[in-house]
């Protein structure tokens, strides 16, 4: 099993965030604003987005898709969904983070089978 860390501090710029998140766990990170949007390359600081609970928090590569999304929400008030590296495909909630960097970069996937492929890498 991959243990691959990242320790992301409130003073972060959401751009920094984006970048470090790709170079770690080679996987894509959208952030959303409070309408929904997507920001890209966004100079702001993560506290000036949203209500932030803590002053950093880490990452594991081994926790699920979305409780790493829902972490965000928690501790940063910051909306993101995880992709796949080319940013093609949102990951499935259920799939372990470092599984993300494994699927497939065009064409039809099947989540469910997906799921089943990885479940025990």
């Not at 080679?26 to 002053?55: C, Q, S, W, Y």
């Not at 999304?69 to 990951?91: C, H, M, Y």
Request: charged share 30%.
């Amino acid at each position: 099993m991959n243990n691959t860390e990242l320790t992301i501090e409130r003073s972060w710029t959401l751009w920094k965030l984006e970048r470090r998140f790709k170079e770690t766990f080679k996987a894509t990170l959208r952030i959303f604003d409070d309408r929904k949007h997507r920001i890209i390359n966004d100079p702001r600081r993560i506290d000036e987005m949203g209500v932030v609970t803590v002053d950093s928090t880490t990452i594991r590569s081994y926790a699920p898709v979305g409780d790493i999304e829902d972490l965000f929400q928690q501790a940063f008030g910051l909306t993101v969904r995880i992709t796949s590296p080319n940013d093609w495909k949102f990951a499935p909630k259920d799939l372990p983070l470092y599984n993300v960097q494994k699927m497939p970069t065009h064409g039809y996937v099947d989540c469910h089978e997906l799921k089943k492929k990885y479940k025990k890498s």
